[in-house]
């Protein structure tokens, strides 16, 4: 591979350099990584909320609901608990227990392995665990569908129960589980939901967020001055204020920072942090693997 002494201060598409290469080397150069991602990388690697996966998994809420994607359908409100668990059983078994690895986070997780790095996603499936990345580096911001919450938010306290999901997959019939299977809160008696951030009400927080959040947040503190690249992978719109408008703020406080986004949609990009940024825009798998099989 032909290199540049540098692309940091540079930072364009030259003809000889694919974006997988581009990539490579400003990871290389970087003192620090803060690694950005979305939906937009399980979607790369194949967790798709749309097509096959989602016609195959929810064919009777399709047909009663006339869902078009499996976000919508997972923030919808259902006629009663039963039929929100049917759902959310298999959902979560889709998108957390049972989802399989992804290659794309295998060959990230590969590129990043000697680098000082830490991750920040606003997906809830279990792809970072499937991957066995280390968890310490990984802020879980929008919660975890393996996790459960109280819906009245009266305790910030999350639970897990694998079996019990398994089991409401199992025995659910006509798009309703047993109304003994429904989980409710131990503290206050409401009906427990899954752990995930709505705009109303926000999201229990409970000490392992927290902890996630501290380390996070010392990371960016210690690293700040520093090379830093801000890589922001399948982001879009639904949620910027969580990765995508603080990536634009921290590299335009860092001159020696770059913000690099990997999307196949072109997003704005404020005028001040033009110059210090790099949009690769072929597909995310592609360009991950290209650059792990180097």
């Not at 889709?94 to 992804?102: E, H, R, T």
């Not at 392995?113 to 929008?142: G, P, S």
Request: charged content about 25%.
């Amino acid at each position: 591979m032909q290199k540049l002494n540098s692309i940091w201060q540079t930072p364009t598409q030259d003809s000889f350099l694919s974006q997988a290469d581009i990539l490579t080397q400003l990871i290389d150069e970087a003192e620090a990584v803060v690694v950005g991602i979305g939906a937009g990388m399980s979607a790369a690697t194949g967790f798709t909320y749309v097509g096959k996966r989602f016609t195959d998994t929810f064919p009777d809420f399709i047909e009663k609901y006339r869902f078009f994607d499996m976000l919508q359908a997972s923030l919808f409100e259902f006629e009663d608990w039963q039929e929100y668990w049917a759902f959310q059983s298999r959902f979560c078994l889709l998108n957390y227990f049972d989802q399989p690895v992804g290659q794309a986070y295998v060959d990230l997780k590969q590129m990043l392995a000697d680098k000082n790095y830490h991750v920040i996603t606003t997906n809830a499936d279990n792809a970072f665990y499937a991957a066995e990345y280390d968890m310490d580096k990984v802020f879980r911001i929008q919660g975890e569908y393996g996790l459960w919450q109280c819906t009245e938010h009266c305790h910030q306290q999350t639970y897990q129960n694998e079996a019990l999901i398994r089991e409401m997959a199992e025995k659910q019939s006509d798009m309703k589980v047993p109304a003994d299977l429904v989980p409710y809160c131990p503290e206050c008696g409401a009906p427990l939901e899954v752990n995930k951030r709505t705009e109303e009400k926000g999201m229990v927080e409970d000490g392992h967020f927290h902890e996630q959040k501290e380390r996070y947040e010392q990371f960016l503190e210690e690293n700040k001055d520093k090379k830093v690249l801000y890589l922001e992978i399948g982001v879009g719109h639904t949620t910027p204020q969580f990765i995508k408008h603080p990536f634009w703020k921290m590299t335009e406080e860092n001159e020696k920072a770059l913000f690099v986004t990997m999307n196949q949609k072109q997003y704005f990009i404020p005028h001040a942090i033009r110059p210090q940024t790099i949009q690769l825009d072929n597909d995310i798998a592609e360009i991950f693997q290209e650059a792990a099989n180097k």
